[in-house]
């Protein structure tokens, strides 16, 4: 075992050939509800967290955040409208953010409704929210998080679905697990006896497999939002997080 590392893993991810924004302004219905699903998932947490550390409380928050999707992410077509001169997605998205906060007094209206997030993206935003950083910066770490979680949720399905869970779970006890408690990472030779691995260096080539296939996710991701990502638009996203 750990001696297969197996062609597929160079391959880049196909979703990287289509921009969300392209699939968002697709004729097909289903493509298009899928990117707009996806961008409100990347994008919420960013939002919430920023009308948070601006002073909102959490109920406040939740209903803003929700009514800036409906009435102009989706009723006004926010992102279908975004064009490849106007740079960053999310710094698009923030400008409309600050605009809308100036019109909260609307009078009430049905909305086309995302449904909101899972209940645990609030709990876990609100854990991050009362640091002392600037609105800015929690929308950019927000954001951040949700991109590296939807490239770990991709990397994850990837080696699951091609019978490699072993190249996984040692993904995670060595890098995300640790991260996540704030613990030292096991040594190769214990996660070689905990995992079922021939040897350290088995361990070694098999975390390399998964590094490099997640670092493909999350160029995936950040391709999807940006006309031209690069390198540096990776490396902002692991800054942001200290990573």
């Not at 750990?2 to 302004?25: K, N, Q, Y």
């Not at 004729?27 to 920023?50: N, T």
């Not at 009308?51 to 077509?77: M, N, P, Y």
């Not at 779970?169 to 079922?196: C, D, K, M, N, Y």
């Amino acid at each position: 075992r750990g001696g297969d590392m197996d062609s597929r893993a160079d391959r880049p991810f196909e979703t990287t050939r289509w921009s969300l924004i392209d699939d968002l302004r697709s004729d097909d219905e289903s493509r298009s509800r899928a990117a707009g699903d996806q961008l409100v998932r990347l994008y919420w947490p960013a939002v919430y967290g920023f009308l948070r550390r601006s002073g909102l409380d959490t109920e406040q928050a939740g209903e803003v955040t929700q009514a800036f999707f409906a009435d102009v992410v989706l009723t006004r077509h926010l992102f279908e409208k975004a064009d490849p001169g106007i740079g960053r997605l999310r710094s698009y998205l923030l400008t409309a953010l600050k605009r809308y906060r100036v019109d909260l007094a609307r009078r009430a209206k049905s909305h086309p409704d995302w449904g909101g997030p899972d209940p645990s993206i609030i709990t876990a935003v609100e854990s991050r929210v009362s640091n002392g950083s600037s609105p800015e910066l929690v929308f950019d770490r927000e954001w951040a998080i949700a991109v590296l979680d939807e490239a770990r949720r991709r990397s994850e399905a990837h080696f699951c679905s091609n019978g490699r869970a072993g190249h996984w779970a040692l993904f995670e006890a060595r890098h995300i697990t640790p991260v996540a408690s704030g613990v030292e990472p096991p040594s190769l030779s214990r996660l070689a006896q905990s995992h079922g691995f021939d040897s350290p260096a088995a361990v070694a080539a098999a975390l390399q497999v998964v590094r490099k296939r997640f670092r493909a996710a999350l160029t995936a991701v950040l391709s999807e939002q940006n006309q031209e990502p690069d390198e540096q638009e990776s490396r902002h996203v692991l800054d942001i997080l200290g990573a």
